[in-house]
């Protein structure tokens, strides 16, 4: 089974500034997907940004990036100049790309997000 | 156009009552797929429905089931509620069953358990 580790119950930036959240998970797959989702307090979780396990070049969403290191088994996510809307819970997830998996995620314990103005 | 919507937005039942969830996807979404969050934690996954079929189950016990509609719209029951069950439960929906599908996410149904 897979499973996925947040280290960092809770995190602070100042706005403007930047901050890296940090993820690491567990599998013996080779073919994958990784997320990382923002829930603010309106529950709403939204995908922020996704990695595909085959490609080596990290992603990148405008203000947010990934560092994805494949054999560290490693996903951080960047976020540059940092918003008070960015303020939220942040959840890694992983999802296996095999077909019997379906498209379940597995999700991280979450990293809740403070923007100080 | 209309995202995932979610009823109720909150419930409150009693230990051992039944409660009964529901989810209409995306429109031309055919897979959903429930989580529960409990306060704290990230989501589990419970179910996966595709095409009226449950194509995943998570540990949990037989107390939760689900079923999808020729709509595609879902319910999730729980019977003989516990204290343990209060939690935000997530609807996902996808267009389809493998994982290259993006999943959307509803704004979960809030259900404390007294």
């Known amino acids: 089974a897979q499973t996925v580790t947040q280290s960092q119950p809770e995190m602070s930036v100042q706005e403007a500034e930047t901050v890296t959240l940090s993820c690491t998970y567990d599998t013996s797959e080779s073919d994958y997907y990784l997320f990382w989702y923002k829930q603010p307090p309106s529950r709403q979780m939204i995908l922020v940004i996704r990695q595909e396990a085959y490609k080596q070049q990290n992603a990148t969403e405008n203000r947010f990036s990934v560092n994805f290191q494949k054999a560290a088994k490693s996903f951080s996510l960047k976020i540059s100049d940092s918003q008070l809307g960015d303020a939220a819970m942040y959840f890694c997830?992983?999802?296996?790309?095999?077909?019997?998996?379906?498209?379940?995620?597995?999700f991280g314990e979450g990293t809740q997000l403070t923007v100080n103005p | 156009d209309a995202g995932v919507t979610q009823s109720p937005t909150h419930l409150i039942k009693t230990r051992g009552q039944h409660v009964t969830l529901r989810c209409s996807p995306i429109?031309?979404?055919?897979?959903v797929s429930w989580y529960q969050q409990v306060l704290g934690q990230g989501p589990q996954f419970i179910f996966q429905?595709?095409?009226?079929?449950?194509?995943g189950r998570g540990n949990f016990p037989d107390r939760f089931s689900a079923r999808q509609f020729p709509n595609y719209s879902s319910e999730l029951n729980v019977n003989a509620l516990l204290l343990g069950d209060s939690a935000l439960y997530l609807c996902?929906?996808?267009?389809?069953?493998?994982?290259?599908?993006?999943?959307?996410f509803g704004p979960g149904t809030r259900l404390t358990v007294t």
């Open positions: 997830a992983y999802r296996s790309n095999w077909e019997t998996s379906g498209s379940r995620l597995t």
């Open positions: 429905y595709y095409e009226k079929e449950e194509r």
């Open positions: 996902a929906s996808s267009s389809g069953l493998i994982s290259s599908y993006e999943q959307y």
């Open positions: 429109s031309g979404h055919k897979s």
